[in-house]
């Protein structure tokens, strides 16, 4: 029997990464209250002021309607109707020097996330288990060490992975041999499993884009190997009767360390990391390095006009074919934002390598002066960005 594969669904905005940290950092605040309350949900006003975010429609209750955000993202559960965090929460909001950024958080979630889910109403013990991301990844990973194609399209998952029920738990080897199957999702099945896609699409090595998961990465990042194992094996733990149980057993991280893959190509120890002496967030250093974002950047907007200095680099060096990079204009910790479509161009810019360097020198004079290590959120960065493109003198 094929397992169908579930998740939550329109909730998009709420899987961002930086939404889910705002999230964990109030129900952490919140931990131990009771949901069920008479006359008052505990948990609307405060959502909604440490996210911004509506928890719409108010005629029902939050826990009631977002229980899959909070579940599938794996930050907290009820038990015995009082809010449980799980340790995913924990690290999420952990101060400086332990929290984890976008990379490290799928990395510990990838592998333990599977079916049967305890968020889904049919949960029973079963020992037929399907790790779904792993088996996507390890698809990808596969055809790309045959040189094969780098992309894999929703249907595609349908035809190639859900229908020949892969588990995740195979060898890579199994991926480059699946037989093409007649598999037709029914119902939401194929918007829940195109937003669990573009969920994990987060990851420093994905990009949805025109309803494809793309691979992201160089032969050179595959030399660290190790670090794509820890991602793609899963991790095995005895399935529970009780759904509690099962939960929390799935996202206990008790001293479990990280292993975050390393992007040999994008990563090199010499950056400018912003600001010194605190621990190198290098999430804004592995977006802009991206060779896939900025393939898909310059495709939709091919002008070569430094969005700083409004210089044709194209025009002034007209043997050169395009001298811009992509400056990613959120919080230096902010993923690329992701939407129903897809990995989000709409923050990206076109800079000249000279004006390039000269805003993240800007952010780290602003960042040192307020003694902080990163924008406080999308509004104070876009802020600083300008400026900076309006304090250079033309
Ligand atoms: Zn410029
Ligand atoms: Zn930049």
Redesign the pocket.
């Known amino acids: 029997m094929i397992t169908k594969w579930h998740w939550d669904q329109g909730r998009l905005n709420y899987f961002q990464f930086e939404n889910l940290k705002a999230i964990a950092h109030c129900l952490k605040d919140l931990e131990g209250i009771v949901i069920n309350q008479k006359g008052v949900d505990p948990l609307r006003a405060e959502l909604e002021r440490y996210t911004g975010l509506p928890f719409a429609p108010n005629t029902y209750r939050v826990w009631r309607n977002y229980k899959r955000v909070f579940e599938c993202s794996f930050l907290a559960t009820t038990i015995n109707d009082r809010l449980y965090i799980t340790d995913f929460c924990k690290r999420v909001t952990e101060n400086e020097t332990k929290k984890i950024d976008v990379d490290e958080f799928l990395s510990l979630f990838i592998p333990r996330f599977r079916f049967p889910f305890v968020a889904f109403t049919d949960y029973h013990k079963s020992t037929n288990l399907v790790y779904p991301f792993c088996a996507v990844l390890k698809y990808l990973i596969s055809n790309f060490q045959l040189g094969k194609q780098l992309s894999i399209s929703l249907e595609e998952v349908f035809v190639f992975i859900i229908g020949n029920n892969c588990t995740g738990l195979e060898p890579l080897e199994h991926y480059t041999t699946l037989k093409k199957t007649n598999y037709e999702p029914e119902g939401d099945e194929k918007r829940q499993v195109r937003e669990m896609l573009i969920f994990i699409s987060q990851l420093s090595i994905l990009k949805w884009y025109h309803g494809s998961l793309f691979l992201d990465i160089s032969a050179k990042d595959f030399e660290d190997y190790n670090g794509f194992q820890h991602l793609i094996n899963p991790i095995f733990k005895e399935p529970k009767e009780i759904r509690e149980e099962e939960y929390l057993s799935m996202t206990s991280l008790s001293k479990e360390i990280v292993y975050p893959f390393k992007l040999q190509s994008r990563e090199i120890p010499t950056d400018d990391i912003f600001v010194e002496g605190k621990r190198t967030r290098v999430t804004?250093i592995k977006i802009?390095r991206s060779p896939l974002l900025r393939k898909l950047f310059f495709k939709e907007y091919p002008e070569t006009i430094c969005d700083m200095c409004v210089c044709d680099t194209k025009k002034r060096y007209p043997w050169t074919d395009n001298l811009l990079e992509v400056?990613?204009v959120l919080p230096l910790s902010s993923t690329l934002l992701i939407t129903g479509s897809g990995t989000s161009l709409s923050d990206v810019v076109g800079l000249c390598p000279n004006c390039?360097k000269s805003?993240?020198t800007y952010y780290k004079n602003w960042l040192n002066k307020y003694k902080v290590d990163d924008f406080k959120n999308r509004t104070e960065a876009k802020e600083i960005y300008q400026l900076a493109k309006g304090s250079i003198i033309l």
């Open positions: 804004h802009e400056h990613h390039h805003v993240h």
